[in-house]
């Protein structure tokens, strides 16, 4: 294909980006960072690699369909391979010169750079970073790949929706349940220094809009509470719960809600975080206690004992 052939479907991708962003009043360049992580994980899908990854992080509230979401910038994986930084950039440089059909993007494994990162993960995680284009627009690409951690139920393959009529990635996919575990296993471990509001919105979208079985719940928050080193709460009054953690993150929670623009979601965060302690707190009770976890939580809740 000739340069002059990719440009000229590099600019009609980007217009119809533009015309789509418009269409669903969504931020441009939000639609076209999401168009291209979308793009990177249909080049893994179709990679040898594609069974070492497991998708998880906020691009998984699209892929539940949830009907609502939050953006995001970057791309979090599971690695099931050791976290040696050169061996993952030999990977995803790979992943990267995957023959595909052309879908306007450019990405540049010449200029990769990984590092390590040690937020959220018991074992050192690793960040992969490459800039992308679509015709004249320069993106930078983050990959956050972390390690260690147990998926209960096991990671199922699923289906990525995609912005414009292009190919659908197929990877393994992160559970909800553990998704809520890791989120509440970082209250319990940021206590007073937790600033992941993110965490407290997710788990609230999750339960407001998804059923769940207690014992698959509980079941999770206990394997990765054990896999993290994380002691399971005396009792359920945790620092997350609190009155006054409520009242010191009320200014974050604006912030956040800012940034998020979803009018839908509760302004107060003392709203988000009863719901969910509404949630977690009798599996939490049923952990401590070594008694059989609530039955069934039907949307928006409560449990059924």
């Known amino acids: 294909m000739t340069k002059k052939q990719v440009k000229n479907i590099s600019a009609s991708i980007r217009q119809k980006l533009l015309n789509k962003s418009r269409t669903d009043a969504r931020p441009f360049q939000e639609l076209v960072q999401y168009y291209a992580m979308e793009r990177f994980l249909y080049r893994l899908a179709q990679s040898r690699h594609a069974n070492r990854f497991i998708l998880k992080g906020a691009l998984m509230l699209r892929i539940w369909q949830a009907p609502e979401t939050r953006s995001t910038m970057d ?3 599971l690695g099931k391979t050791d976290n040696n930084v050169s061996a993952l950039i030999s990977n995803i440089t790979e992943i990267l010169s995957v023959d595909v059909d ?3 993007l450019s990405f540049f494994p010449e200029n990769i750079m990984g590092e390590h990162i040690t937020e959220d993960a018991e074992y050192k995680g690793v960040r992969i970073c490459f800039p992308a284009k679509l015709d004249t627009m320069k993106l930078n690409m983050q990959i956050d790949i972390g390690f260690g951690d147990i998926i209960h139920p096991a990671p199922e393959r699923s289906e990525i929706p995609t912005i414009l009529e292009c190919p659908a990635p197929q990877l393994l996919c992160y559970s909800r349940e553990s998704s809520i575990a890791e989120k509440f296993e970082a209250m319990l471990k940021r206590r ?9 919105c997710d788990i609230w979208l999750l339960s407001r809009y998804f059923d769940f079985d207690g014992k698959i719940v ?7 509470l054990e896999q993290r080193g994380t002691e399971l709460p005396g009792n359920i009054n945790i620092v997350a719960f609190s009155h006054e953690f409520i009242i010191a993150k009320q ?3 604006n912030a956040f809600m800012k940034k998020l623009r979803q009018d839908h979601v509760p302004a107060e965060f003392e709203t988000i975080v009863m719901q969910v302690k509404g949630f977690i707190s009798p599996i939490i009770s049923a952990l401590i206690a070594r008694k059989t976890p609530p039955s069934k939580w039907t949307a928006p809740g409560p449990w059924a004992f």
Do not use: C, H, Y
């Not at 007073?192 to 407290?200: A, I, T």
């Not at 509980?218 to 990765?224: K, V």
């Open 75 to 77: 791309i979090d994986l």
């Open 102 to 104: 052309p879908d306007g």
């Open 192 to 200: 007073e220094l937790n600033s992941r509001m993110k965490d407290f």
């Open 218 to 224: 509980s079941e999770a928050i206990r394997l990765t």
């Open 251 to 253: 200014v974050q929670w």
